[in-house]
Protein backbone atom coordinates (compact mmCIF):
# COMPACT_ATOMS: atom_id res chain seq x y z
CA UNK A 1 0.00 0.00 0.00
CA UNK A 2 1.46 3.48 -1.18
CA UNK A 3 0.75 6.43 1.17
CA UNK A 4 0.56 10.13 0.85
CA UNK A 5 0.19 13.38 2.22
CA UNK A 6 -2.59 15.00 1.29
CA UNK A 7 -4.18 18.22 1.90
CA UNK A 8 -6.51 21.13 0.21
CA UNK A 9 -6.90 25.17 0.43
CA UNK A 10 -10.08 24.72 2.14
CA UNK A 11 -7.89 23.74 5.66
CA UNK A 12 -8.36 20.00 5.13
CA UNK A 13 -4.99 17.78 5.88
CA UNK A 14 -4.83 14.15 5.61
CA UNK A 15 -3.74 10.94 4.26
CA UNK A 16 -4.46 8.81 0.86
CA UNK A 17 -4.11 5.24 1.02
CA UNK A 18 -3.43 3.50 -2.82
CA UNK A 19 -4.05 -0.23 -2.49
CA UNK A 20 -1.26 -2.67 -4.08
CA UNK A 21 -1.52 -6.08 -5.34
CA UNK A 22 -2.07 -7.90 -2.68
CA UNK A 23 -3.55 -5.26 -0.28
CA UNK A 24 -7.48 -5.21 1.01
CA UNK A 25 -8.87 -2.03 -0.53
CA UNK A 26 -9.77 0.20 2.07
CA UNK A 27 -13.63 0.83 2.42
CA UNK A 28 -12.16 4.20 2.60
CA UNK A 29 -8.81 5.88 0.59
CA UNK A 30 -8.61 9.40 3.16
CA UNK A 31 -8.39 9.80 6.74
CA UNK A 32 -8.29 13.56 7.17
CA UNK A 33 -9.31 16.32 9.57
CA UNK A 34 -10.78 19.40 8.89
CA UNK A 35 -7.30 21.19 10.18
CA UNK A 36 -4.33 23.05 7.87
CA UNK A 37 -1.54 20.82 9.97
CA UNK A 38 1.81 23.07 9.10
CA UNK A 39 4.34 20.85 10.92
CA UNK A 40 3.89 17.92 8.71
CA UNK A 41 6.25 15.63 10.18
CA UNK A 42 6.73 11.94 8.16
CA UNK A 43 7.53 9.31 11.32
CA UNK A 44 4.16 10.59 12.53
CA UNK A 45 2.83 10.31 8.74
CA UNK A 46 3.41 6.46 8.86
CA UNK A 47 2.11 5.91 12.50
CA UNK A 48 -1.00 7.83 11.80
CA UNK A 49 -1.38 5.53 8.24
CA UNK A 50 -0.38 2.29 10.28
CA UNK A 51 -3.17 2.64 12.77
CA UNK A 52 -5.86 3.66 10.24
CA UNK A 53 -4.40 1.32 7.26
CA UNK A 54 -2.68 -1.80 8.90
CA UNK A 55 -5.35 -4.30 8.47
CA UNK A 56 -5.89 -3.65 4.92
CA UNK A 57 -1.48 -3.98 4.04
CA UNK A 58 -0.46 -7.48 2.41
CA UNK A 59 3.43 -7.33 2.34
CA UNK A 60 4.53 -3.66 2.28
CA UNK A 61 3.36 0.05 3.29
CA UNK A 62 5.53 2.44 1.22
CA UNK A 63 5.65 6.08 2.05
CA UNK A 64 6.67 9.46 0.27
CA UNK A 65 9.85 10.28 2.11
CA UNK A 66 11.89 7.87 4.59
CA UNK A 67 10.30 6.37 7.88
CA UNK A 68 12.94 6.80 10.77
CA UNK A 69 14.37 2.77 11.52
CA UNK A 70 12.53 2.90 14.98
CA UNK A 71 9.28 4.05 13.70
CA UNK A 72 9.42 0.94 10.77
CA UNK A 73 10.11 -1.78 12.94
CA UNK A 74 7.06 -0.27 15.56
CA UNK A 75 4.94 -0.74 12.36
CA UNK A 76 6.20 -3.74 11.42
CA UNK A 77 5.76 -4.95 14.63
CA UNK A 78 1.94 -3.66 14.74
CA UNK A 79 1.47 -6.04 11.56
CA UNK A 80 3.69 -8.99 12.64
CA UNK A 81 0.94 -11.45 11.71
CA UNK A 82 1.48 -10.09 7.99
CA UNK A 83 5.22 -9.61 7.92
CA UNK A 84 4.93 -6.09 6.51
CA UNK A 85 7.77 -3.92 5.18
CA UNK A 86 7.89 -0.24 5.52
CA UNK A 87 9.59 1.03 2.51
CA UNK A 88 11.72 3.51 2.40
CA UNK A 89 13.38 3.81 5.87
CA UNK A 90 16.18 5.79 7.00
CA UNK A 91 18.65 4.64 9.62
CA UNK A 92 18.89 7.84 11.42
CA UNK A 93 17.00 8.00 14.83
CA UNK A 94 13.80 9.68 14.69
CA UNK A 95 13.56 13.59 14.63
CA UNK A 96 9.84 13.92 15.26
CA UNK A 97 9.22 17.54 17.13
CA UNK A 98 9.62 17.41 20.88
CA UNK A 99 6.28 18.89 22.99
CA UNK A 100 4.95 19.54 26.63
CA UNK A 101 1.23 19.58 26.27
CA UNK A 102 -1.00 16.31 26.47
CA UNK A 103 -4.03 15.57 23.97
CA UNK A 104 -6.87 14.53 25.26
CA UNK A 105 -8.77 13.04 22.13
CA UNK A 106 -12.63 12.52 21.57
CA UNK A 107 -12.56 14.23 25.62
CA UNK A 108 -15.43 15.86 26.34
CA UNK A 109 -14.27 17.14 29.84
CA UNK A 110 -15.80 20.44 31.09
CA UNK A 111 -14.00 20.12 34.39
CA UNK A 112 -11.19 21.95 36.52
CA UNK A 113 -8.94 19.80 34.66
CA UNK A 114 -8.91 21.14 31.83
CA UNK A 115 -7.92 24.89 33.18
CA UNK A 116 -4.57 25.49 31.84
CA UNK A 117 -2.22 27.55 34.82
CA UNK A 118 1.29 29.10 33.75
CA UNK A 119 3.74 26.44 35.22
CA UNK A 120 1.97 23.38 34.60
CA UNK A 121 1.30 20.90 31.89
CA UNK A 122 -0.88 22.51 29.36
CA UNK A 123 -4.09 19.71 29.03
CA UNK A 124 -5.56 19.91 25.27
CA UNK A 125 -9.01 18.48 25.22
CA UNK A 126 -9.52 17.30 21.64
CA UNK A 127 -13.09 16.19 20.33
CA UNK A 128 -13.27 14.93 16.89
CA UNK A 129 -16.69 15.62 15.42
CA UNK A 130 -18.62 12.98 12.64
CA UNK A 131 -17.88 14.34 8.95
CA UNK A 132 -21.78 13.50 7.75
CA UNK A 133 -22.95 16.21 10.92
CA UNK A 134 -19.57 18.61 11.05
CA UNK A 135 -17.34 20.70 9.17
CA UNK A 136 -14.18 22.44 9.86
CA UNK A 137 -13.35 22.97 13.36
CA UNK A 138 -13.12 25.74 16.37
CA UNK A 139 -9.46 26.24 18.07
CA UNK A 140 -9.28 27.61 21.54
CA UNK A 141 -6.29 27.57 24.39
CA UNK A 142 -7.25 24.32 25.73
CA UNK A 143 -9.76 22.93 23.26
CA UNK A 144 -9.70 21.85 19.47
CA UNK A 145 -13.34 20.68 17.83
CA UNK A 146 -12.52 19.64 14.69
CA UNK A 147 -14.18 17.74 11.98
CA UNK A 148 -12.46 14.28 11.66
CA UNK A 149 -13.67 10.93 9.59
CA UNK A 150 -12.22 8.71 12.42
CA UNK A 151 -15.84 7.53 13.16
CA UNK A 152 -16.70 6.47 9.48
CA UNK A 153 -13.06 4.35 9.44
CA UNK A 154 -13.88 2.62 12.78
CA UNK A 155 -17.36 1.98 12.12
CA UNK A 156 -15.62 -0.03 9.17
CA UNK A 157 -12.87 -1.51 10.24
CA UNK A 158 -12.58 -5.75 10.17
CA UNK A 159 -11.13 -5.80 14.23
CA UNK A 160 -12.36 -4.39 17.12
CA UNK A 161 -9.39 -1.60 17.93
CA UNK A 162 -10.84 -0.23 15.22
CA UNK A 163 -12.10 3.13 17.51
CA UNK A 164 -9.39 3.74 19.52
CA UNK A 165 -6.59 3.65 16.77
CA UNK A 166 -8.60 5.85 14.39
CA UNK A 167 -9.25 7.93 17.14
CA UNK A 168 -5.51 7.74 18.16
CA UNK A 169 -4.52 8.66 14.45
CA UNK A 170 -6.16 11.78 14.65
CA UNK A 171 -4.09 12.40 17.79
CA UNK A 172 -0.98 11.52 15.92
CA UNK A 173 -1.83 14.04 13.11
CA UNK A 174 -2.30 17.03 15.15
CA UNK A 175 0.61 16.09 17.54
CA UNK A 176 2.89 18.25 16.16
CA UNK A 177 0.95 21.88 15.67
CA UNK A 178 -0.58 21.73 19.35
CA UNK A 179 2.89 20.75 20.31
CA UNK A 180 2.16 17.35 22.00
CA UNK A 181 3.92 15.19 24.13
CA UNK A 182 1.56 12.60 24.46
CA UNK A 183 -1.83 11.69 23.71
CA UNK A 184 -4.63 10.36 26.08
CA UNK A 185 -7.42 8.48 25.16
CA UNK A 186 -10.41 6.66 27.67
CA UNK A 187 -9.39 3.73 28.84
CA UNK A 188 -11.94 0.55 26.96
CA UNK A 189 -9.08 -2.05 27.35
CA UNK A 190 -9.91 -5.84 28.12
CA UNK A 191 -7.81 -8.73 28.55
CA UNK A 192 -8.02 -9.42 25.25
CA UNK A 193 -7.12 -6.09 23.67
CA UNK A 194 -4.50 -4.86 26.09
CA UNK A 195 -1.48 -6.36 23.18
CA UNK A 196 -3.06 -4.32 21.29
CA UNK A 197 -2.79 -1.34 23.44
CA UNK A 198 0.77 -1.99 23.90
CA UNK A 199 1.47 -2.31 20.57
CA UNK A 200 -0.07 0.96 19.80
CA UNK A 201 1.93 2.67 22.83
CA UNK A 202 5.23 1.36 21.57
CA UNK A 203 3.89 2.58 18.26
CA UNK A 204 3.52 5.82 19.38
CA UNK A 205 6.28 6.02 21.47
CA UNK A 206 8.52 5.36 18.19
CA UNK A 207 7.41 8.64 17.17
CA UNK A 208 8.48 10.21 20.17
CA UNK A 209 4.90 10.49 21.82
CA UNK A 210 3.13 8.80 24.84
CA UNK A 211 -0.18 7.03 24.89
CA UNK A 212 -2.03 7.73 28.29
CA UNK A 213 -5.05 5.86 29.26
CA UNK A 214 -7.61 7.77 31.40
CA UNK A 215 -10.65 6.74 33.11
CA UNK A 216 -13.80 6.48 31.22
CA UNK A 217 -15.93 7.77 33.61
CA UNK A 218 -14.48 11.47 33.78
CA UNK A 219 -15.87 11.77 29.72
Known sequence: ?????????????????????????PPIETFYVDYLIETVDQDRIAVAAALVFGPYVDSRLVFENPVSSGVARAIENLCANKAVRVEPVSYSENHSPHGDSVLHVNS?????????????QRQVRVSFQPTDR???????????????????HAELR???????????????????DLSAAGVAICDTSTD??????????????SAGLSLILTDCGAH
Open 1 to 25: MKVQWTRNDFGRSGILAVAEEGDTQ
Open 158 to 176: PDVHGDVFCTLAGGVLLSA
Open 108 to 120: HHRDSNFTNHVGQ
Open 134 to 152: SSGGLLTMDSLDVACNSWL
Open 192 to 205: DSLPAYSQASRLLE
